[in-house]
């Protein structure tokens, strides 16, 4: 089976931008949860969903925001793009919830310029 | 306090020799705990996780949990250059269903 998929793999903007990344869960698996790593430091939580519903939010500005369809698969997107949104973005793909594993995609490497 | 802390490292070990990372974390009622390998430039892989007091082995990898100390390990035996990363300890806290919180990663050099 596929694991978690993540598109694009790099992504160079502007300040003032805006951005979309999309991921695609592991099949079977009905939770997303984005994360946010900027260099030397561990992943920063940013949302969750399950059942298409947001279950969790981490603190990030409105900026952010994100989505989930009806096949589980993600969308995060990025309003007015600062340098500092500069960073790896990060899906991990879960059964549900609560305690899951959460297994995480390659991930999404973002430049701001 | 950090909620989840790590040593930063780098830690060196000689190949071959145990590697021990250790991880220590806030909130007393975290009921899920877990390690993930990364490799510069790439995304964290799962390595274990751990839901229970003790110790928990899987091939050269070995996790500890205390809870009541609140403290999480992990053990690297007969280490291989290959095991050369950043170790990720990551804790589901209290109640805050599917929310992992990262320590900052502990990099581990393996040496020939």
């Known amino acids: 089976d596929a694991g978690v998929t993540q598109s694009p793999t790099h992504l160079i903007k502007t300040r003032g931008q805006h951005v979309t990344l999309r991921c695609s869960p592991i099949s079977g698996h009905k939770s997303v949860s984005w994360y946010q790593q900027v260099l030397g430091q561990g992943p920063q939580f940013i949302f969750q969903y399950y059942e298409k519903e947001e279950r969790g939010r981490g603190n990030f500005p409105d900026r952010f925001s994100a989505r989930q369809f009806p096949n589980y698969s993600s969308e995060l997107n990025v309003n007015a793009l600062l340098l500092g949104d500069s960073a790896l973005y990060l899906c991990?793909?879960?059964?549900?919830?609560?305690?899951?594993?959460?297994?995480f995609g390659p991930g999404t490497r973002l430049t701001v310029l | 306090q950090k909620e989840v802390e790590q040593n930063s490292g780098p830690l060196s070990v000689p190949e071959g020799a145990i590697a021990s990372l250790n991880c220590t974390y806030s909130?007393?009622?975290?009921?899920?705990f877990f390690w993930y390998r990364q490799y510069s430039g790439k995304s964290p892989e799962l390595i274990m996780s751990?839901?229970?007091?003790g110790d928990k082995e899987d091939g050269r990898f070995t996790a500890q949990l205390n809870k009541a100390s609140q403290y999480v390990s992990l053990l690297i035996r007969d280490s291989q250059p290959s095991d050369s990363a950043t170790y990720l300890c990551?804790?589901?806290?209290?109640?805050?269903?599917?929310?992992?919180?990262f320590g900052q990663g502990t990099e581990l050099s393996v040496k020939p």
């Open positions: 909130d007393r009622v975290s009921q899920s």
């Open positions: 990551a804790v589901i806290l209290g109640n805050q269903g599917g929310k992992l919180i």
């Open positions: 751990i839901y229970s007091n």
């Open positions: 991990a793909s879960s059964l549900s919830t609560s305690t899951d594993t959460q297994y």
